[in-house]
């Protein structure tokens, strides 16, 4: 029987649509690049009032950029999960152009109308399908609740274009698409961050290891899981707030757990770290102001969160795939730590930029190119793995 790592060697078709992480992590880091200085032009008055609205912008980050590196990582983890046939070829380019189309269908919906909300849903409902397909095939029904999450991510999107009895639901659908995502950082980076660090010390004989998961792990993913659904519900309620600092403190101990510290000579597996971190951080911010908001902006935690915790998190874990996948050294070279450095800073200066009023607009110049410059970056620097099969670029 031959492995998962010998069919996609085995693959003779067009290289880019081998793996499913290759056209999802390229095409989604261009996007993701070229659409926050597009919405900072047009806040800032640069560009001409239309199509880039904040709204288009929150959607874009959820279900434009995050959507397209949430399909990219699980069409290359699942196969590893169920030891199915991986999704290459037609079937690759097929789940890559519904993405690519709702792209660009949100650019034109003066245009195509309500054709637009329609063309953007199909990409993750045929995802969730193709995910279910796989792992109940696969008799793999210990992952099962990653399908339902992706599925969840669909209704929110859905939810994004929607409006009952002039009752405006994109706010809803935007709620429940940050959770969803939180909650899979949660779930699957509860699983790769302490296992990459764990291999990492095992080949320098280093301990005390990781802690391995256990009761403490299913504690802190169910008062997660509670705080994110009690924010979704009612976002300004007390419990909310009470439950999202909870969250945040068992989320650092958890990290704590994992001695990141121990990895700082290798930025590939410390940026792991520093991706959870700005969870923790985020469930922390998000939860304070919802108790003292007159201290505490709402947006801060909103995107500690997205450009913090997702931005960090889904870099790091595209840039170590790429690597692993494409035969490269795991370690990270000049430009992956620049990528690395560039991100951080810009969800920094994005979390704290509502905090200085003054000099909000210089804030959000800077947290938008040093973000986007850090995506922009990947594509430079990683471009030719992704385009390239494995044996031209090993």
Not at 15 to 26: E, Q
Not at 237 to 247: D, Q, R
Not at 332 to 350: E, F, M, P
Request: proline share 4%; with cysteine; hydrophobic share 60%.
């Amino acid at each position: 029987m031959t492995t998962t790592a010998e069919r996609y060697r085995a693959f003779r078709g067009a290289a880019l649509f081998s793996m499913g992480f290759r056209p999802f992590f390229l095409f989604s880091a261009a996007w993701a690049a070229l659409a926050v200085p597009l919405w900072v032009a047009s806040y800032l008055g640069i560009l001409p009032a239309g199509q880039i609205t904040r709204d288009w912008h929150v959607h874009e980050m959820l279900f434009g950029y995050l959507s397209g590196v949430i399909a990219g990582f699980l069409l290359t983890a699942v196969p590893n999960w169920t030891g199915r046939l991986p999704v290459t070829g037609a079937p690759l380019i097929g789940l890559f152009s519904l993405w690519a189309a709702g792209r660009i269908a949100m650019l034109m919906p003066a245009v195509l109308g309500a054709a637009a909300s329609v063309i953007d849903s199909l990409f993750l409902f045929a995802l969730a399908a193709v995910i279910a397909r796989e792992i109940l095939a696969g008799r793999n029904s210990r992952n099962f609740p990653v399908c339902l999450l992706v599925s969840a991510l669909g209704v929110a999107n859905v939810l994004s274009h929607t409006q009952l009895a002039n009752l405006d639901m994109s706010l809803l659908g935007g709620r429940i698409g940050i959770a969803v995502v939180a909650m899979l950082i949660a779930l699957i980076g509860g699983r790769i961050v302490p296992s990459f660090t764990r291999n990492w010390m095992a080949r320098r004989k280093l301990s005390p290891e990781p802690a391995q998961a256990g009761r403490f792990d299913a504690i802190a993913l169910a008062i997660t899981g509670g705080a994110l659904l009690t924010w979704i519900a009612a976002p300004l309620s007390p419990g909310a707030g009470v439950l999202l600092v909870s969250a945040g403190i068992m989320n650092f101990t958890r990290l704590l757990r994992w001695r990141g510290w121990t990895t700082s000579s290798e930025a590939l597996v410390l940026i792991l770290h520093a991706g959870y971190g700005w969870l923790a951080a985020a469930f922390t911010l998000l939860g304070l102001a919802v108790l003292a908001p007159a201290q505490i902006p709402t947006a801060a935690g909103i995107h500690a969160l997205t450009a913090g915790a997702f931005g960090v998190m889904t870099l790091a874990v595209m840039t170590r795939a790429t690597l692993g996948h494409t035969g490269q050294a795991l370690t990270a070279n000049r430009s992956t730590k620049v990528i690395y450095l560039l991100v951080n800073l810009g969800a920094l200066a994005r979390t704290i930029a509502p905090l200085f009023t003054d000099a909000y607009g210089a804030a959000l110049t800077l947290a938008a190119f040093a973000w986007s410059g850090a995506f922009a970056l990947f594509v430079i620097a990683y471009a030719p793995l992704l385009a390239r099969s494995r044996r031209a670029a090993a």
